[in-house]
């Protein structure tokens, strides 16, 4: 399916419900698997999570993830401790591009038996659950944060906890530190010093329920609209103030950007005035939010601003080169834009090219943080059914915004 896009209004006032977040939902799902006497509220509706869902009530046997990143390094994990059964843990083609042998190796350091059934370094996996009697590991720190997460959240189920030592720099340290609240919060103490990670055993936990807070990374194509609109007041929920998720830096970003943040209760309230006064540039370090690089470079654009953003390298292995796919994609609209292997250069520009239509590459994240250019231009959005990954809801949440959604093919 392929979309065109228009919005003609000149504001934008709108109220809306997003979605739970699919980092905390999936994260909190293999925790439930743990500990089942754990209850969870407002589950993202994201194809990842009911593909995590599926996957942990999979006994044994072939489990298919798609293109579910998250899905693969937190079962990978949590396969290899299910004593006496075996898997075979696949995905789709890029999935199987995509490497996991820092995580194999961190596992086998406890004890896994996980073997390569194709190439070796990336998926598909064959997996022996098995007791791990290991209790630390050392891997490279700036590796993606899902690798040392899907480490932390079996770790309660290791015999003795898990020490994971990180060399080097740490990058996305805000979703080690998600992970670790939510540890904290079903009540697995743990500890984060310098380069060294702790999470003590726990062989239960007390009866709870927990609400997944709203997806951040979704708030930010909101965040996006209020910036390209002339004014606009979008009200979304459901929001904490002080959240575990690293995107929640969308707030400090977007003010540069003119769009300004307030909390009413669980509500949070995007507004931005008419005659608003921009930056001719920005400069961003993005490590610790990697997965909004691309609605900021699109907003930039659309806004005739020049960036740079660093702190880029894990894009080049998610759903597609996030950064070529920028590259590229800008481009057709009149960007002048450069890349290389971890940042991403735009130079300002008044001119938007018109009637483009815009590649996906499978990725989700392209599909979104593009669409809001419809109210500088017109747009069309291909293969536009891949929002289902992490947001299945949001053609029709851009309708109710008043934006005009048309099917093409």
């Known amino acids: 399916m392929n979309v065109s896009l228009q919005h003609l209004s000149k504001k934008i006032q709108q109220s809306l419900s997003v979605t739970g977040s699919k980092s905390e939902s999936n994260r909190l799902l293999l925790l439930q698997a743990l500990f089942p006497n754990l209850v969870l509220e407002n589950l993202s509706n994201s194809d990842d999570t009911v593909t995590m869902q599926t996957a942990l009530a999979t006994s044994h046997g072939l489990i298919d993830i798609h293109h579910a990143g998250t899905a693969m390094r937190f079962l990978t994990a949590y396969l290899s401790i299910q004593e006496g059964k075996e898997f075979s843990l696949t995905g789709s083609q890029r999935m199987q591009e995509r490497p996991i042998q820092i995580l194999v190796e961190a596992l086998g350091q406890l004890g896994a038996d996980i073997e390569y059934e194709k190439n070796k370094g990336f998926p598909p996996l064959k997996i022996r659950g098995k007791k791990l009697k290991g209790s630390q590991v050392t891997l490279p720190a700036h590796v993606s944060s899902q690798y040392i997460t899907a ?3 079996i770790a309660p189920s290791l015999p003795n906890g898990l020490t994971v030592v990180l060399e080097g720099k740490i990058t996305s340290i805000p ?3 998600m992970s670790l609240s939510l540890l904290n919060q079903i009540g697995v103490s743990s500890s984060f010093e310098g380069n060294t990670i702790k999470v003590h055993a726990a062989s239960s936990i007390k009866d709870q329920v927990v609400r997944v807070e709203s997806d951040w990374s979704s708030a930010s194509y909101f ?6 609109s002339e004014e606009s007041e ?3 929920e459901s929001y904490k103030k002080e959240s575990l998720q690293g995107d929640s830096v969308l707030q400090e970003i977007y003010c540069q950007l003119g769009v300004e943040t307030n909390f009413q209760g669980h509500s949070l309230v995007l507004s931005k005035k008419k005659n608003t006064v921009l930056p001719k540039n920005i400069s961003l370090d993005l490590s610790n939010a990697p997965d909004i690089a ?5 907003s930039c654009f659309g806004l005739g601003i020049s960036c740079d953003l660093t702190g880029l390298h894990t894009l080049k292995i998610k ?3 996030r950064l070529e796919a920028l590259n590229t994609e800008l481009s057709k609209l009149g960007a002048k834009i450069t890349v290389t292997n971890d940042s991403l250069h735009l130079k300002s520009t008044s001119i938007i090219a018109e009637n483009i239509a815009i590649d996906t590459y499978n990725d989700h994240r392209m599909a979104m943080a593009f669409a809001p250019l419809a109210l ?3 747009i069309s959005i291909n293969d536009a059914e ?9 053609w029709a949440d851009l309708q109710a915004m008043h934006f005009t959604v048309l099917k093409i093919s």
Request: proline share 3%.
């Open 386 to 394: 891949v929002v289902s990954k992490s947001y299945p809801d949001f």
């Open 223 to 228: 965040y996006s609209i209020a910036a390209l």
């Open 151 to 153: 480490l932390l959240l």
């Open 319 to 321: 759903e597609t080169d």
């Open 234 to 236: 979008i009200k979304i």
């Open 294 to 298: 691309q609605t900021i470079a699109v």
């Open 175 to 177: 979703y080690i530190k």
């Open 376 to 378: 500088k231009t017109s």
